[in-house]
């Protein structure tokens, strides 16, 4: 059983005013996927699939250059991080471990986040285990909601919180760790029925509750790790982070 890493690197990134993938856009002179890359190496996982889709090329070029073979899929319509995993399909049914999934723009997903994340994922008996980190202000992002024994319930979006979700300051990354063969049982079931007519990855964890597998959440000792950059403005606030922390 060897364990595979989804990267998602299909987004435009318009408010970037780039005219790269979002992932491509650099942190002290890296891309932002490379520095997902490299984190994903680092935790012990070779086996890793790109999800590209705007200016492929881009990600296809970059791809070539590595020191290493990295696998590619082409997601021609950006129809939510769901979709983006069913354009991988192929690449999880060729493995029985786990994979984690992670997006192309976050660069400070590090491998000791990676690697803990597996280890209470394995610990649990889980199907799939969110990452997520506790925040100052959550507001934007997804939140992790428990119950009274601190076990994962859902993640409830910004968008639909009640007053108290909005309390909450566990948030989701983005990144996950599933059971390849669980993930894959229940990814053409997720459904597009929502405003934005896209299929959402998170809905893949309650069609794994409705069937009363285990998930779980890992809260990152660096919160960090759920950042990312949709402007010129929050790239630059990423590299300020990333010189003043030491990050490379």
Known sequence: MSNCAIILAGGEGKRMKSNLPKPM????????LRWVIDSVKSAGVDDICVVKGY???????????????????????????????????DFLEKHSGNVVILNGDAPFMDAKTISDAL??????GSVATVISA????????????RDE????????????????????NEINSGGFWFNCEKLLSVLGEIKSDNNAKEYYLP????????????????????????????????LKELNEIAKSKGYK
């Open 119 to 124: 280890a209470l994922h394995t610990e649990k």
């Open 25 to 32: 856009s650099e942190v002290l002179g890296k891309p932002m």
């Open 55 to 89: 200016k492929k090329e881009c990600i296809d070029e970059f791809v070539s250059s590595l020191p290493f073979e990295v696998e590619t899929v082409y997601q021609a319509e950006r129809l939510g991080t769901g979709h983006a995993v069913m354009m991988a399909k």
């Open 203 to 234: 809905d893949a964890l309650k069609l794994l509750l409705d069937k009363n597998e285990v998930v779980s959440a890992f809260v990152s000792s660096n919160p960090d790790t759920v950042l990312g950059a949709n402007d010129p403005e929050q």
């Open 149 to 168: 024994n601190n076990n994962f319930l859902k993640i409830v979006e910004q968008k639909d919180c009640n007053e108290e979700e909005k309390k909450i």
């Open 134 to 145: 506790k925040v100052s202000d959550p507001t934007g992002y997804g939140r992790i909601v």
